[in-house]
Structures are given as C-alpha cells and as structure tokens.
C-alpha cells in the first residue's frame, strides 16, 4: 500500500504538467478593416513541448484564412501562403508586420478599433487551440504594445 502511494505522489506532477498547453498564443491582434475586404492577424507562438509545426488557420469572421509570409525580394516587397510553419521550443515565433502573419480574405463583417473575434491555429502535433483577437487602429499598432510593430521574426 505504501509503495502504491509513493507512486501515485511521484506521477502526480506528470499529470498536472501534461494538462498544461505546449502551444501558448499571446498578443494576438489585429488591425481594423471593412467587410468584404482583406484583415490580418498578429502573434506570437511559444512552444514549450516538442517540436510542431503551424499546419492551418481559420477564423468565422472572414471566408478563408490564410498563413503568408511578407519578404523583400531585390527592393520589391512580396507576399507568398506558407503551408507549414515550423515551432521549435524555446524559440518564440512572431508573426508580425513584414514578416509571418495570417490573412483573413473576404471578411463577412467590419473589424473595427476595440473589438474582438475568435482565430484557431492548427498544429500537426498540439492540434487547434483558439485564441482571441484584438483589432487596433488601421495600419497601426498592437492593442498589446505601446510602438508600430515592424519587421518579421523570420524562424522557420
């Protein structure tokens, strides 16, 4: 009976930390756009399991939603979709302004300063967490942050 109850106390700890996320999404934002047009998402991913990769998005606010990737290509700046972003722990992901960030083609309603509507990220390995974004001004800033994001934090 003791030995029972020494392992049930050891494998405790276990138990509670597998409840936990490996997959966590903060500073999730977007900017304000009009119905029928073209929003986008802002974050950042942390894993703090094992490996996985970002494999979808999707969110009810826009008819498809898409992962992209902003680079400079010669001076001429483009866009291309990225099937599959991969997450490596310990190496927080930004999808920011000119980098990483997720389309939302054929918006089925206005996003407007102050508002918010729900997102869901697909993983290979953690499956779809959801998580809630917040619109801030057009062209402008993070809800979450008192500068312009700029810049791509670019892991792959």
């Known amino acids: 009976m003791r030995i029972l109850s020494v392992v049930l106390l050891l494998a405790m700890p276990v138990a509670a930390r597998a409840d936990q996320p490996a997959i966590q999404l903060d500073h999730v ?9 073209t929003g986008v998402v802002y974050l950042t991913i942390t ?3 094992a ?17 992209h ?6 001076g001429v700046m483009k866009m291309r979709s990225v099937a ?3 997450i490596a722990p310990g ?7 000119g980098g990483f960030h997720i389309m939302l083609m054929g918006l089925k309603q206005d996003l407007k300063p102050g508002d918010s509507f729900p997102i869901a990220l697909t993983f290979a390995k953690a499956g779809q967490i959801s998580a809630t974004a917040t619109v801030g001004a ?3 800033m993070s809800p979450h ?10 892991h792959e």
């Not at 490996?51 to 992962?67: I, R």
């Not at 990737?69 to 010669?74: E, G, I, L, P, Q």
């Not at 190496?91 to 302004?97: E, H, N, Q, V």
């Not at 942050?145 to 791509?152: E, K, L, R, Y």
Request: charge should be negative.
């Open 69 to 74: 990737r902003s680079f400079d290509d010669h």
């Open 138 to 140: 057009p062209g402008g």
């Open 84 to 86: 599959i972003l991969k």
């Open 145 to 154: 942050m008192s500068m312009p994001m700029g810049g791509g934090n670019l």
């Open 51 to 67: 490996p996985d990769a970002l494999t979808g998005v999707a969110s009810p606010v826009a008819a498809t939603a898409e992962l």
């Open 29 to 37: 934002w977007s900017r304000a756009a009009m119905a029928g047009g």
């Open 47 to 49: 894993d703090s399991g």
């Open 91 to 97: 190496k927080p992901i930004m999808l920011t302004p």
